[in-house]
């Protein structure tokens, strides 16, 4: 049996059910808030306010990313299985990043740069091994590229933070 696609943007989805094309496209939503709350609190000073307040709206964005995700796996399990599996560690990582600056563990500061940055890097290694095959210029790279390409780039700049900023430096203790 052939499977039916709806074309949005140029972008092939594999389902007509109105069901699944209404949780995609607020899936697609919730993924463009939670990219850019997530590079506002990354590159935002590292203090109360702003920081702070992209960054609840990032972790709180990636849970219901995360639900929405878990939905659309439930629907088409055997082509969402890997998304599933990369939410479930996206998501895992925020609450690993979130608790440790919460709960003030030692060393925290590298625990919540290492937990939010991985977190973000794989919701969009997610993105981009979903749909790199029909963006413009990313349908030209080898599908490896869409599994690689993202932790390639973040995460020299997760450890430079943990290793180099000011911010994690000054609240690390010595030996963390």
């Known amino acids: 049996m052939a499977e039916e696609f709806t074309v949005v943007a140029g972008i092939p989805i594999p389902s007509t059910s109105p069901v699944f094309l209404t949780i995609v496209g607020f899936h697609v939503l919730v993924g463009l808030v939670c990219v850019i709350a997530g590079a506002i609190a990354m590159l935002s000073r590292k203090r109360r306010g702003r920081h702070s307040t992209f960054g609840a709206v990032y972790f709180w964005g990636l849970t219901v990313l995360f639900v929405s995700v878990t939905a659309l796996s ?41 937990g939010m940055g991985s977190s973000y890097v794989l919701m969009l290694t997610a993105f981009y091994v979903d749909n790199g095959k029909n963006l413009p210029v990313w349908r030209e790279l080898p599908q490896i590229a869409f599994w690689i390409g993202p932790a390639a ?5 997760i450890l430079h933070a943990i290793l180099r900023h000011p911010v994690v430096r000054r609240l690390t203790p010595s030996g963390s």
């Open 153 to 157: 780039i973040g995460a020299p700049l």
């Open 74 to 114: 439930v629907l088409r399990w055997a082509e969402n299985t890997h998304l599933f599996v990369l939410g479930v560690l996206a998501f895992g990582a925020a609450i690993l990043g979130r608790t440790a600056l919460r709960r003030r563990w030692n060393g925290w500061p590298k625990l919540h740069v290492a």
